[in-house]
């Protein structure tokens, strides 16, 4: 059976990456009416409706006058025959959005990415993390010029003649595990998530480091204690702004005495996999929504997946 992907992945779309310095297909696509923009302002994203909410993109002529003498839009690949973009319109009046995206608007791709279809989700968290890539590189990290977009804004370029080095966009490994031992699981919360709220531990891949040592690192600096077998479940795109998430299941070696460092968590403790289902459905224990790879690690521990 193949395993079910992950909210915010698959988007299914064709990225056609050699069509991204054919800058004449380029421009017929972006002048062809059938093609569709997914517009991003920050990490909010066009949607249209509420039961269930779709993605809401619309056509380059509407969105077009939002990016007059601003940032270029990205080609994101094909659906079909169909050319999809991203557009930043984050610098644009706010009436203005308004009115090119209506009947549909703005919203939270946290709040809404576990809500539209798969695919959709899937394209909604491409456009955002792609348009914040862009927005957080406008300047050469090597001599300091502004940076200009190219191959269809899958590349900056820096605008010194004396260095032109090139940019391409950046993903941050991040791992997530759930640390079991036998029928019980770790989980920690941080002092700002909402009350009850408990989650996988997790923490970015440093350099020179394998993702099988960065599981065992951030368990051993989150919880004081040692895992051994590290298992990979999944993975996940995470543009908030530049993640992808890499899911595992590590089990304890050693002692389960657990030593936090509450510079980082406000708690960490074990949970007995009954105890967990049951404080879940009451209320008592509020799991990670369920955008977040970790209900899913959580939820496949529960069902024992």
Partial sequence: MTPRPNVLAASGLDRAHLLRRDAGWQAER??????????????DVAIVGDDPPRAGPTS???????????RAPVFLGLDGVAAFFAADISDSPLDDRAAALAPGRLAGLRAVGALVSQREGGLLAYAAAIVAWHRRHGFCGLCGWPTEAAEAGHLRICANPACRAKHFPRTDPVVIMLVT???RALL???AAWPPGRYSALAGY??????IEEAVAREVAEEAGIA???????SSQPWPFPSSLMLGFTAKLVGSA???FDDDELE????????????AALAGDVLLPPPVAIARRLIEDWLEDV
């Fill in 205 to 210: 891949v440093e350099p020179g480091e394998s």
């Fill in 30 to 43: 972006w002048a062809d009416p059938t093609s569709r923009v997914l517009a991003v302002s920050g990490t």
């Fill in 257 to 259: 005495d657990v030593r």
């Fill in 181 to 183: 031992d036998g029928d």
């Fill in 60 to 70: 380059p002529t509407r969105l077009a006058p939002l990016l007059d003498g601003g």
């Fill in 267 to 278: 708690d960490v403790r074990w949970f007995e996999r009954d105890e967990l289902r049951e």
């Fill in 188 to 190: 920690g919360r941080q």
């Fill in 227 to 233: 895992v051994g077998a590290v298992t990979y479940r």
